[in-house]
């Protein structure tokens, strides 16, 4: 794909930087710039022709997924206030922001979970827990049942998948093709219904001054 042959970068990457993908896609912002559902796939693969110790891999994503949270949402809970009025960059997109707390706002704590199957939502929302102030309890064990369910339950069905059916490394780039577009359906759908509310707010205030 693009002339990159990634099964070769992921496996010169090694463990290492396996756990600092995932550490980092999980929960801080610039994390959105990352593989996240593909990554776990394709290790799980990798992991089923013995590229990579599954018993090694599932611990490790686990653990890495629990930390890049716990992360977002301690820096939440310290900057958090500070990032709304933060200018746009190429690492941060202030609208990816305010979709996150429109999901937060919208499935309350379970947000920490389902966000988890949620591309770039997944990168921000811990950190929307944190400006929030979620409790800490209930955070964390939102946060250890997502990373169970999508770092463990992804990476094996990539290696279970792989255990099957041997040649599937071949048709990797369009299972991986087809896994990000079925993953950006519900950021698609999450960030229309941003700019639905957006252009709501804005004939409702418009509205309001023609009034006054």
Not at 78 to 105: R, V, W
Not at 118 to 145: D, E
Request: with cysteine; proline share 5%; hydrophobic share 50%.
């Amino acid at each position: 794909m693009f002339g990159i042959d990634f099964l070769a970068l992921i496996t010169a990457a090694g463990y290492l930087g396996i756990a600092f993908s995932i550490t980092v896609e999980s929960g801080l912002f610039f994390g959105f710039l990352l593989p996240g559902d593909s990554l776990l796939f394709t290790v799980g693969l990798l992991a089923s022709q013995g590229i990579f110790n599954i018993y090694i891999l599932i611990p490790l994503l686990i653990v890495c997924a629990i930390v890049g949270d716990s992360a977002g949402y301690i820096i939440g809970k310290k900057f958090g206030p500070q990032l709304f009025t933060k200018k746009e960059s190429l690492l941060f997109k202030p609208a990816y922001l305010h979709m996150a707390h429109q999901f937060f706002l919208k499935y309350g704590p379970q947000a920490i979970f389902i966000a988890r199957f949620t591309p770039v939502v997944r990168s921000v929302i811990p950190i929307i827990a944190g400006i929030a102030h979620m409790p800490q309890r209930s955070f964390t064990i939102y946060n250890i049942l997502g990373a169970f369910v999508w770092a463990g339950g992804i990476t094996l069905l990539g290696y279970f998948l792989g255990l099957q059916f041997p040649n599937t490394k071949e048709y990797l780039v369009p299972i991986i093709a087809g896994i990000i577009l079925i993953s950006l359906i519900p950021v698609g759908i999450e960030y229309l219904q941003h700019k639905r509310r957006e252009k709501k707010l804005e004939t409702t205030e418009r509205g309001s001054e023609n009034i006054q």
